[in-house]
């Protein structure tokens, strides 16, 4: 559904991801991991439309997509659930799901899905943003981000600042968006918990791939992730 070739990014005069190349499956999970700085967010970022890409190409369903606008892509089915969730604080919950709309998009995910998904969103739903909780808040603008019918979701340091009984609730969730066909490129600091979930891993370093694949080791990924040979 989603692939990468050759990504290269940056801000102003530097580069922040270089020569990325990865692939992401119809109702799969792809996990990109590394330590802050690697380029993770600028990656999603780029896929998304937010930051134009110096070289390379991003192929989204068989189109190219590499020059078209951020909101042609939420259009064509990508949506992002950025670091910061990045909520309209004034506005209700029920609101900030609203705003999803302008994507016109049809599919399963109404109010009403995202609501028996997400229980404590419905709860909140008359409560404006900027008064909940960190969780309450990351599962917010996933439920926004799922508004947008996404075939490919891009979600951002999920459980970041979160404790581990938000997070594992959220990642519990993870399986029925799957289940509708949407494919999730997932960048997580917490490398247990992306292995947990993902198909497979593609770690960066400083910018640059420094190793992807299934069935990774600890021992693989910890070299990879810190720039340690292994001996």
């Known amino acids: 559904m989603l692939n990468v070739s050759g990504l290269t990014a940056a801000y102003g005069q530097?580069?922040?991801?270089?020569?990325?190349?990865?692939?992401?499956?119809?109702?799969?999970?792809?996990?990109?991991i590394?330590?802050?700085?690697?380029?993770?967010?600028?990656?999603?970022?780029?896929?998304?439309?937010?930051?134009p890409a110096t070289s390379g190409t991003i192929f989204f369903d068989g189109d190219d997509i590499t020059r078209r606008s951020a909101f042609d892509r939420v259009r064509r089915g990508i949506a992002l659930v950025p670091e910061g969730r990045r909520l309209f604080?004034?506005?209700?919950?029920?609101?900030?799901?609203?705003?999803a709309f302008a994507s016109k998009r049809k599919g399963a995910w109404t109010l009403d899905a995202v609501y028996d998904l997400f229980p404590l969103v419905a709860?909140?739903?008359?409560?404006?943003?900027?008064n909940l909780s960190g969780g309450e808040q990351q599962a917010t603008a996933i439920a926004r981000a799922l508004v947008t019918n996404p075939k490919l979701l891009l979600l951002d340091e999920v459980s970041l600042g979160l404790a581990p009984a938000i997070i594992a609730d959220l990642y519990a969730r993870l399986p029925d968006i799957l289940a509708q066909g949407t494919g999730i490129l997932l960048?997580?600091?917490?490398?247990?918990?992306?292995?947990?979930?993902?198909?497979?891993?593609?770690?960066?370093?400083?910018?640059a791939t420094s190793l992807t694949g299934k069935n990774l080791t600890m021992a693989d990924i910890s070299g990879a992730y810190f720039g340690v040979d292994k001996k």
Not at 14 to 23: G, P
Not at 89 to 99: A, D, R
Not at 123 to 130: F, K, N, P, Q
Not at 187 to 207: P, W
Request: hydrophobic share 45%.
């Open 187 to 207: 960048v997580e600091q917490d490398v247990s918990q992306a292995m947990k979930v993902a198909d497979s891993v593609h770690c960066l370093l400083q910018g």
């Open 14 to 32: 530097v580069t922040a991801i270089r020569d990325i190349s990865l692939a992401v499956d119809a109702g799969g999970i792809l996990a990109v």
């Open 123 to 130: 709860e909140r739903r008359h409560r404006r943003a900027g």
């Open 89 to 99: 604080p004034s506005l209700t919950v029920q609101e900030n799901l609203q705003t």
């Open 34 to 51: 590394g330590a802050n700085g690697a380029g993770k967010s600028t990656l999603l970022k780029t896929i998304a439309g937010l930051l």
